[in-house]
């Protein structure tokens, strides 16, 4: 079974910075895609930021150019970091990792527990 297990999550001032891990110990196997998902309350739950094991990103709007995706797929791990933080960035943030067997034709989909970001004075 694969586990993320996720960290970083805090309390920050507007402006400020924040930096989320994400990892899968003990997997030996490749992650395809791995990225990060948040929802505030009241809100749909909507991609972040995703990365390939190729190293293709992809950023919604909302933090294109203020957070920057990263991953290490020899450890299956993947980092946001998070800059000039908004009120607006205010949610759960949840870790994503897709696997895919093209061999099998199979894809397994896993998500981690949530870590909360808070934006405010």
């Known amino acids: 079974q694969v586990q993320l297990v996720e960290s970083g999550g805090g309390l920050v001032q507007p402006g400020g910075s924040l930096r989320l891990s994400c990892a899968a110990p003990g997997t030996t196997f490749s992650i395809n895609n791995m990225g990060w998902y948040r929802q505030a309350p009241g809100k749909q739950r909507e991609l972040v930021a995703t990365?390939?094991?190729?190293?293709?990103?992809n950023y919604a709007d909302s933090v294109k150019g203020r957070f920057t995706i990263s991953r290490e797929n020899a450890k299956n791990t993947v980092s946001l970091q998070m800059n000039n933080l908004k009120t607006e960035d205010t949610a759960d943030y949840y870790c994503?990792?897709?696997?895919?067997?093209?061999?099998?034709?199979?894809?397994?989909?896993?998500w981690g527990q949530g870590t909360q970001v808070t934006v405010s004075s």
């Open positions: 990365i390939t094991n190729r190293g293709s990103t």
């Open positions: 994503n990792a897709v696997r895919v067997s093209f061999v099998l034709d199979q894809r397994r989909e896993y």
